[in-house]
């Protein structure tokens, strides 16, 4: 039994017509006042086949007022591209709220002993008093990094993760940081991600981003212009923008290895600094999460000539799609070695296939996440046989959304920075029969009787990635949606139909 084409899901469940769901939208965005109206319907629309996007506005301040479900600029830099590397201390530079808010949300799993050579799930800050607005904190981040010296030795270094004071009052950060690495002797890098800067985490993902650029990579050369970087081998990639969420950057890696590749940075999830530094030395760069990672991906393209390619582990349809591509950047070993592996897995994918395939087929799942999953995931639902009826992004862009029409079919409801009152409006109207968003949402939905799956951190669960992580991805699906709970319970619409 193969996985099958997406097309054939017209026959499972058909989508609402395109004019009815343009309809829906109109009559939801009624409940605004007229300017504010007139700003949202440029982030609402319903897919169409043949367009090269998804015709929705992206990337610009959300409404105030609107509960959007953004993060910030210290929200990307620290609790997405820095935070996992685990070898370093991420200091939290300001006010002690932002940091505890961060403190170990994302399960970014890694190898290592907390506290002594590891230092992920650890919480450092500042603490910013009313004093330090006045005073400054220059002489207090510096007494902190000599103090995190102390106590940790066996840190490889210290990122300073600033929040939104600090560009307020303007405390030079590059400063304290170019001296404390010369009294420490290891790398301190500034962070300018002022939570306050940008629309949303997006740009602190590139300000992070740049941060390695500037104050990372500048190793590499200077290490490589001395001739300390041994050569590698032909087969070396690195994996750029994977937070090994429940493990996810471990089974890719699995794979990846398994077809012969040298797997020899992994960032930001398990990934240490020395991985970081060394990361232009190779062959090939594997994008994971696009819009948090493009950044830097791109400048290594640039400057060290290192072609990157963006991957999707989810599912087996994308798994074998993907692994043809990786394995086709190399020679005939590495493209026979991915046959090989895709052959292996196969009876394993038509087990889960057949053990769920029939208790997840034609049912209906409506997206809203950040980074790369509303479109990543949405073919290994197709492999279980459900439907995608509405999908958007917190912070995405337009060329996400470019991507995104690669995955959806015509029809598909498209929301970008979707208010909690439109997000449950949508799902009135189109009755999904699963959820699947973030955590701000999830009580929200469950407490309708929807079935709901927490897609930023698989709902402690995962991993997710892979041809293991199918087999639990399709296994929590699942286990939301076939719950005996929900027969205790029911839908709002399922309630007010029974009391006809």
């Known amino acids: 039994m193969t996985p099958p084409e997406s097309a054939t899901l017209n026959e499972v469940a058909p989508q609402q017509p395109v004019a009815d769901t343009k309809e829906l939208i109109k009559e939801v965005l009624e409940a605004y006042p007229e300017k504010t109206r007139k700003r ?31 993060g910030c600029a210290y929200a990307g830099s620290k609790g997405v591209v820095w935070g996992p590397i685990k070898d370093m201390i991420h200091i939290s530079h300001g006010p002690v709220g932002c940091g505890y808010y961060s403190w170990s949300g994302r399960r970014n799993y890694y190898i290592g002993t907390t506290g002594i050579d590891t230092f992920g799930t650890m919480q450092f800050t500042s603490d910013f008093q009313e004093r330090d607005i006045v005073f400054g904190g220059d002489k207090k981040l510096a007494k902190l990094i000599t103090e995190l010296e102390e106590l ?26 170019k001296k404390s690495a010369k009294e420490i002797g290891k790398t301190v890098v500034p962070v300018r991600c002022e939570g306050f ?45 994977d937070y090994n969420i429940g493990g996810d950057a471990w089974s890719s890696r699995i794979l990846l290895e398994e077809i012969g590749l040298r797997v020899v940075a992994q960032w930001s999830g398990d ?47 994308k798994i074998a799609e993907s692994l043809r591509e990786i394995a086709s950047k190399f020679d005939e070993t590495i493209q026979q070695k991915a046959e090989e592996v895709i052959a292996k897995y196969e009876a394993q994918t038509q087990a889960v296939l057949e053990k769920y395939r029939s208790r997840l087929e034609g049912k209906t799942v409506a997206l809203m996440v950040g980074g790369l999953r ?31 029409t690669h995955y959806i079919e015509n ?12 997000f449950e409006e949508f799902v009135k109207e189109l009755k999904p029969d699963l959820i699947a968003s ?13 079935p709901f799956r927490q897609m930023h951190s698989w709902d402690y669960s995962g991993p997710y990635h892979g041809y293991d992580g199918f087999a ?20 709002p619409w399922k309630n007010a139909e029974a009391a006809k």
């Open 374 to 404: 509303p479109r990543h995931v949405v073919p290994a639902f197709h492999d279980l046989g459900m439907r995608l009826i509405g999908t958007g992004y917190e912070f995405g862009h337009n060329d996400d959304y470019k991507r995104t």
């Open 438 to 450: 973030g955590i701000k949402e999830k009580y929200v939905f469950q407490k309708m009787a929807l």
């Open 40 to 70: 949202r319907e440029k982030h609402l629309n319903v897919y169409e086949e043949g367009k090269s996007d998804c015709g929705v506005k992206s990337n610009i301040k959300s409404v105030p007022g609107s509960m959007t479900t953004r």
């Open 472 to 491: 639990i991805f399709a296994r929590d699906m699942d286990l939301a949606l076939n719950s005996p709970t929900w027969s205790l319970i029911g839908a």
């Open 152 to 177: 940790f030795p066996l840190n490889r270094g210290v990122s300073i993760q600033s929040e939104c004071p600090i560009g307020l009052i303007g405390d030079d950060i590059e400063a304290v940081a």
């Open 271 to 317: 990934g240490t600094l020395h991985e970081m530094i060394n990361t232009p030395s190779v062959k090939l760069n594997l994008v994971h999460c696009y819009r948090s990672m493009n950044y830097i991906s791109r400048h290594m393209e640039e400057a060290y000539g290192i072609p990157w390619l963006e991957y999707n582990f989810f599912g087996p349809t």
């Open 411 to 422: 029809g598909t409801l498209i929301y970008d920075d979707v208010s909690a009152y439109e």
């Open 197 to 241: 800067r940008g629309v949303s985490q997006s740009l602190g993902h590139h300000i992070a981003n740049d941060a390695v650029r500037d104050w990372v990579f500048p190793q590499y050369d200077k290490e490589k212009k001395a001739g300390n970087i041994p050569d590698g081998t032909a087969y070396d990639v690195a994996i750029i923008g």
